[in-house]
């Protein structure tokens, strides 16, 4: 689903978004805004690329960041939480990796974690997945956005099923 697919989506189903982006750096927002009308649909980004950032701006705990690495689907699932917790959005997305050509730690170049967070009768369900994606930085940015946004009815639809991971 392209991001005029996202758009119509979240506004069929109620959705007010969140981004809390790391890697993409903007991306999520910056493709829906080029959709007109997604201003009533995008409540706010954050672009959160230190450790401090993410602790600071959405209460990534420095243990979790210790424990698993910035590239990790831990620390997505906080950084997605805490991007709902402090706006009133009912979903959110979070990415977290390496857009870069360059392995680090031992986590392969392309590398990028993600989560989706719904909040549904005052209750959050995340979704948490990593994929790997290859190209040059501007490419795997782009590429890591699109799926982000591709993959939120999906999970969307598994929420509204029950169902969490």
């Not at 549904?120 to 997945?129: G, I, P």
Request: with cysteine; aromatic share 6%; hydrophobic share 45%.
């Amino acid at each position: 689903m392209n991001p005029a697919g996202i758009v119509k989506y979240l506004e069929q189903h109620g959705l007010l978004l969140a981004t809390a982006e790391s890697c993409t750096a903007g991306r999520i927002v910056a493709l829906l805004a080029e959709v007109p009308g997604s201003g009533s649909l995008v409540e706010c980004g954050y672009v959160v690329y230190s450790p401090e950032a993410k602790q600071r701006l959405l209460g990534v705990n420095p243990r979790t960041i210790a424990h698993f690495n910035l590239t990790s689907v831990e620390v997505a699932r906080e950084m997605v939480i805490g991007a709902l917790r402090d706006s009133p959005a009912n979903v959110a997305i979070a990415t977290t990796g390496l857009c870069g050509t360059e392995d680090v730690d031992g986590i392969p170049a392309g590398t990028v974690c993600f989560a989706w967070g719904f909040v549904h009768e005052d209750r959050v369900s995340v979704f948490t997945r990593k994929h790997r994606f290859f190209g040059d930085r501007a490419t795997l940015q782009h590429e890591a956005a699109i799926h982000a946004l591709e993959m939120l009815p999906h999970f969307h639809a598994r929420m509204k099923a029950g169902e969490s991971a």
